[in-house]
């Protein structure tokens, strides 16, 4: 089994976040597995790529809307789908075969393991109301579960452990592709193991 704490680029693993990833490791290994810390596996950081893909899907399923649905989606989110408008189509395949790029490195990087454990997110959190960590960059706290969107790869979150403030800090664990099962028995494992209880609040915790 690996573990990753970076990507080859994108925001660093807060220290809560890892402390908790480290808790996970150490569960694990006292369950038997044997598990190896993975140099990062990708070459620079392909977000803008990943940026504009998911532009351009937005901006399509925005422009499918009617105006009425339309008004409902907030500004900033409106606002960085409609940069898609001035993508030529040579500009989005150039940007599918930087992804396709990623998927081979993550293969050869990881073609030795049954399991990787990630970080779900680099960092514990942030406000509600924000679109994600960055405005310029929306999607800059997915750097850990979008690649493994794209390699079709089964993956499942689970929550273990809390910070400070009382918010939860997840992991992820990937698998090979088809072996869901083997996913969810490891999930299963880390849940049973969790050295605390879920509260799930009535009200806002603030």
């Known amino acids: 089994m690996g573990c990753l704490v970076d990507m080859g680029g994108g925001v660093p693993v807060a220290a809560p976040v890892r ?5 996970a490791v150490e569960t694990l290994t006292d369950a038997g597995a044997d598990v190896d ?6 070459c620079g950081d392909p977000y803008e790529a990943v940026d504009r893909i998911f ?3 937005g901006y399509a399923r925005l422009q ?19 940069r898609a408008a001035s993508y030529s189509a040579l500009d989005y395949a150039g940007y599918l075969s930087e992804v396709e790029s990623v998927q081979a490195q993550l293969s050869f990087a990881l073609a030795d393991y049954d399991y990787v454990l990630t970080p779900v997110m680099p960092v ?3 406000p509600a109301e924000q679109v994600g960590l960055s405005r310029s960059r929306p999607l800059q706290h997915c750097t850990f579960t979008w690649p493994f969107n794209q390699t079709g790869q089964p993956a499942v979150s689970l929550c273990f452990g809390m910070s400070e403030e009382h918010l939860p800090i997840g992991v992820q664990i990937v ?10 028995a490891l999930a299963r494992i880390l849940q049973e193991r969790r050295r605390f209880t879920l509260q799930w609040p009535l009200t806002p915790i603030r």
């Open 124 to 126: 514990v959190g942030f």
């Open 37 to 42: 810390v993975i140099p990062p596996p990708l």
């Open 64 to 82: 499918a809307f009617d105006a009425g649905v339309r008004s409902l989606v907030l500004p900033e989110v409106a606002q960085w789908c409609a």
């Open 19 to 23: 402390s908790v990833l480290d808790a």
């Open 55 to 57: 532009q351009v899907r």
């Open 175 to 184: 698998g090979r592709r088809f072996d869901d099962r083997g996913v969810l």
